[in-house]
């Protein structure tokens, strides 16, 4: 079956502790992004990524690091989480650029104490 | 940056009326999509949207792209419960850019 996963989907953790949310997508895409989605903002876009090796800042890119080493996998890391980083997040993958329709995954509930 | 503004933010409607959300764009757009989310689920793609003053209909589901290519509209006709969740247009502007904006969403309710 097609699709996006995401781990954790619930995640509660404490201020200044790294940690990293996974995304894996079985359908070949190049393109990946991550958004996170808070009441009443709707979704922004954190980080993109057009191909392996290939990322870029999106338009809330500050306190997140990401990485593409392959093609399938797109991690989310977040050095010292803060309460700010408390949202819900939403790996998403593509055939191509913006312009192909987005796949998302599940989601992940993070909450920082 | 480039802005997607969408409106309304909340629309309640008696089951069986009409719904329309509307999708503003700061810059041209290369092309528009429309993603639905239901409550506690994720997006998903509904329609992408590329040449100027296009209509495409999806059964009950119309969506328009404006001639300037900067608007873009879903309207619902005879809403049901199943249309509840949250609807997103979601822009592109193409020219060298790898970024999808999206608006932040009208939350539609059905009163049955």
């Known amino acids: 079956e097609a699709q996006v996963t995401q781990n954790p989907r619930y995640l509660i953790t404490v201020t200044g502790k790294k940690l990293t949310v996974t995304c894996s997508q079985n359908?070949?895409?190049?393109?990946m992004s991550w958004y996170r989605q808070d009441p009443g903002l709707g979704l922004r876009q954190i980080y993109y990524s057009m191909n392996v090796e290939v990322t870029d800042k999106g338009d809330v890119p500050e306190g997140y690091k990401v990485s593409r080493k392959e093609k399938r996998n797109f991690p989310l890391i977040l050095e010292s989480p803060s309460p700010n980083q408390t949202s819900l997040y939403f790996c998403a993958s593509s055939l191509g650029t913006a312009s192909y329709e987005q796949y998302f995954g599940p989601g992940t509930r993070l909450t920082v104490t | 940056g480039q802005q997607v503004m969408q409106i309304p933010q909340y629309q309640h409607v008696q089951e069986g009326e009409d719904f329309t959300t509307y999708c503003n764009s700061s810059t041209t757009l290369s092309n528009i999509q429309w993603y639905k989310q239901r409550p506690g689920g994720h997006p998903v793609f509904l329609i992408q949207?590329?040449?100027?003053?296009e209509v495409k209909k999806q059964k009950r589901l119309t969506f328009q792209f404006g001639e300037a290519k900067k608007n873009s509209s879903l309207h619902i006709t005879a809403t049901q419960t199943t249309d509840v969740g949250t609807y997103f247009c979601a822009g592109h502007s193409g020219a060298g850019s790898y970024q999808l904006t999206f608006g932040k969403g009208t939350k539609l309710s059905v009163i049955p």
């Open positions: 359908m070949n895409h190049e393109y």
């Open positions: 949207l590329v040449k100027s003053g």
